[in-house]
């Protein structure tokens, strides 16, 4: 394919702070045949006013609005409903990422056919800069995608008829907080399979705010989606151990969490 069409998905909520710099870093893309689709979920701030203004200014900018919050799931259908492209690539309006990494993805879905899906890692940054780095294996299995972070949902990109075969995101709010892992349980049931990019090509904000968000029920959430991937990926009874890790380390005391969370970032600054 020629010069294949990058689809961005961006569902934006009280982030007109960030936003400004997370468009910037698709703007800045060297791979140049984009449009990106904004979705403002019921922002309470002036987000939606940002993103107004940031359209007016570059057509390739198409601009939604929910009437009311209606979560991320819905939110990114609703981009998903608007994109022309032959890739779906996802992106946060809090991040940033690196000017090659749609070239990277789509050289490599265009190079290599027997794969649909590839993300990278990430480099975690806050208000004191830089601090970590996730890691993903190269070649994701089923059993990955139920245990653990086998697939970054923000660095994501994927052929556009995968998405449309499996009826994109589920919306139900037993996947609120887990919509990716989800998708991705269905892709694979579906036959579809991933290449991880081992460089970092996305900069994931994860500060004091991002701790917060992570209430128990998100937890709960993330056992009952990997349960159900069990059974429909028909894994064995590892799996479905592992998939009651979340929930267990939610009874982890907060303070305990985020001590753990600063040795992390000392060790990774050594």
Known sequence: MMNPKVSVLMGIY???????Q??????NQTYSNWELILCDD????DTYEVAQRLAATDNRLILLRNEHNLGLNQTLNNCLTAATGDYIARMDGDDDCLPDRFEKQVTLLEDHPEFQITSSPMIL???TGEWGQTTLPEFPTPANVVEGTAICHAPVMLRKECMDAVGGYTVDKRMLRVEDVDLWIKLYA??????NIQQPLYMMRNDQNALNRRKYIYRVNSTYVRLQGCKLLHLGLKS??????PMINGLVPARLRQAIRKNQRGADKC
Do not use: H
């Not at 479905?240 to 890790?245: E, H, M, N, Q, S």
């Open 125 to 127: 940054f806050d208000e």
């Open 190 to 195: 579906a036959g579809y399979r991933c290449c």
């Open 240 to 245: 479905y151990l592992k998939a009651f890790i």
């Open 42 to 45: 019921g922002s309470t701030d």
């Open 22 to 27: 997370a468009v910037a870093a698709i703007q």
């Open 14 to 20: 009280n982030c007109a702070e960030t936003l400004p």
